[in-house]
């Protein structure tokens, strides 16, 4: 019981693999995709502030660090599966928010229970922190996608992936989107050129979309 039993519950999140059912030269974990959207964020918010945006980085740690936590009950579900309706999506979402609700109440004492609704909740809103969290999840979904299509994986979840991420991406209105556009998204396509994928066309594509 208490917090033994989150610290624990921790190690459940290595033991999920993202985007199940589908052949990967390289299978990442919940936990390692967490922490690479914390890594992501950091850059994200300095280039934020270096454009003179406030930037409150102990709620940023808590929402990207915590993000995903929620999958710990129901695991990563299919994106197609996922977003294949909002009603589906916000009953999906429904369900794991009630689950860590339950978790808090279950197992976390009293008088941390507040600290813990507020950094295991979705994060992702219209405040600079979660626009920033949003990128940063997606940016990571870009970079799997990437290496799977540059390794010559044909199977179309990824290009799917690749061009829904960048479509996200750069429809969210900060500074640091631009300066991915600009600066970052070149480098990965001149990456890709050696891909038998040609993931220049699927970017162009997903940028005039």
Same mark, same amino acid.
Request: negative net charge; aromatic residues 10%.
């Given at each position: 019981?208490?917090?033994?039993?989150?610290? &624990?519950?921790?190690?459940?999140?290595?033991?999920?693999?993202?985007?199940?059912?589908?052949?990967?030269?390289? =299978?990442?974990?919940v936990?390692?995709?967490?922490?690479?959207?914390?890594?992501?964020?950091?850059?994200?918010?300095?280039?934020?502030?270096?454009?003179?945006?406030?930037?409150?980085?102990?709620?940023?740690?808590?929402?990207?660090?915590?993000?995903?936590?929620?999958?710990?009950?129901?695991?990563?579900?299919?994106?197609?599966?996922?977003?294949?309706?909002?009603?589906?999506r916000?009953?999906? &979402?429904?369900?794991?928010?009630?689950?860590?609700?339950?978790?808090?109440? =279950?197992?976390?004492?009293?008088?941390? &229970?507040?600290?813990?609704?507020?950094?295991?909740? =979705?994060?992702?809103?219209?405040?600079?922190?979660?626009?920033?969290?949003?990128?940063?999840?997606?940016?990571? &979904?870009?970079?799997?996608?990437?290496?799977?299509?540059?390794?010559?994986?044909?199977?179309?979840?990824?290009?799917?992936?690749?061009?829904?991420?960048?479509?996200?991406?750069?429809?969210?209105?900060?500074?640091?989107?631009?300066?991915?556009?600009?600066?970052?998204?070149?480098?990965?396509?001149?990456?890709?050129?050696?891909s038998?994928?040609?993931? =220049?066309?699927?970017?162009?594509?997903?940028?005039?979309?």
């Amino acid at each position: 019981m208490g917090i033994h039993t989150y610290f &624990q519950s921790l190690t459940d999140l290595e033991r999920i693999i993202r985007c199940p059912g589908r052949f990967k030269f390289q =299978e990442h974990s919940v936990s390692a995709h967490s922490w690479k959207v914390v890594q992501y964020a950091k850059t994200l918010a300095d280039i934020e502030e270096s454009n003179g945006v406030v930037v409150d980085w102990k709620k940023l740690y808590e929402i990207t660090s915590s993000h995903d936590y929620g999958e710990i009950f129901i695991g990563d579900i299919k994106t197609p599966v996922k977003h294949y309706s909002l009603e589906l999506r916000a009953m999906l &979402q429904q369900v794991e928010e009630g689950m860590v609700a339950h978790f808090i109440d =279950e197992h976390i004492p009293h008088q941390f &229970q507040d600290i813990f609704r507020r950094q295991l909740r =979705e994060g992702k809103d219209d405040s600079v922190e979660g626009k920033i969290l949003e990128v940063a999840d997606k940016l990571d &979904q870009i970079y799997e996608a990437f290496t799977e299509l540059q390794l010559g994986n044909t199977e179309k979840e990824f290009i799917t992936m690749y061009r829904n991420a960048l479509i996200k991406i750069k429809g969210i209105k900060l500074h640091c989107v631009n300066y991915f556009l600009e600066h970052i998204l070149p480098d990965i396509v001149r990456a890709g050129s050696i891909s038998p994928i040609n993931i =220049e066309q699927i970017t162009n594509e997903a940028l005039a979309s």
